[in-house]
């Protein structure tokens, strides 16, 4: 079975700290995905990588940054925490091919930003 | 902009019944289309894939595509009470295998 595994459940951090969301799959995945789901709006991607040390924009990228220095491992930093990005944060991963893999997901981590 | 629609619902359906889910999308360029439920508190799961226009069955589910019509629907028979969660659609487009998925239906079954 695929895992994904997100370093906490449930975070609460202060405004303008600096917050990091770690991810780590287990799968030897090319793909990963940072996604945010809110109510009414869906999921909505903020970055990924299909390979070590690459990364691109996906819809929703402001305020967010990412890094994936290793394989297996893709993080979400959020430079200056802000209450509108209190969410849930999903981290998903997949093969690359010709566009039939699926992503797979990890627990999330439902984050608050007081 | 790739765009999925569905019905955000709530689906009320008795226990024993078949559940429709619908979804249609604005990308005729979309190869991949998947279902994935989402109880409440969790992370979605993936149930269903399908790429080819007809039906594709997986125990009680049915997922049907028509590319023409550009509508991606999944069927639940003898829905169950643990079927009730949210569906959603999404459908896989471009490089990197990047999703763009629907807000999703809330399906309850009830007894």
């Known amino acids: 079975d695929v895992k994904v595994t997100q370093s906490s459940r449930y975070l609460v951090k202060r405004t303008g700290e600096k917050v990091f969301l770690e991810c780590v799959q287990d799968m030897d995945h090319e793909n990963m995905f940072w996604y945010r789901q809110d109510p009414g709006l869906g999921l909505r991607l903020i970055y990924f990588?299909?390979?070590?040390?690459?990364?691109e924009k996906g819809d929703i990228p402001e305020g967010y940054s990412v890094s994936r220095e290793k394989k297996e491992r893709f993080s979400l930093i959020l430079e200056s925490a802000s209450t509108n990005q209190t969410s849930m944060y999903l981290c998903?991963?997949?093969?690359?091919?010709?566009?039939?893999?699926?992503?797979?997901f990890g627990d999330g981590t439902r984050l608050s930003i007081l | 902009q790739k765009e999925v629609e569905q019905n955000s619902g709530p689906l009320s359906v008795p226990e024993g019944a078949i559940a429709s889910l619908n979804c249609t999308y604005s990308d005729r360029g979309s190869q991949s289309f998947f279902w994935y439920r989402q109880y409440s508190g969790k992370s979605p799961e993936l149930i269903m894939s399908i790429y080819s226009n007809g039906d594709k069955e997986d125990g009680r589910f049915t997922a049907q595509l028509n590319k023409a019509s550009q509508y991606v629907s999944l069927l639940i028979r003898d829905s169950q009470p643990s079927d009730s969660a949210t569906y959603l659609c999404a459908l896989m487009w471009g490089g990197g295998n990047k999703l763009t998925f629907g807000t999703g239906t809330q399906l309850k079954v009830e007894l």
């Open positions: 998903a991963s997949s093969f690359r091919s010709a566009g039939n893999q699926p992503q797979h």
């Open positions: 990588s299909y390979d070590v040390k690459m990364k």
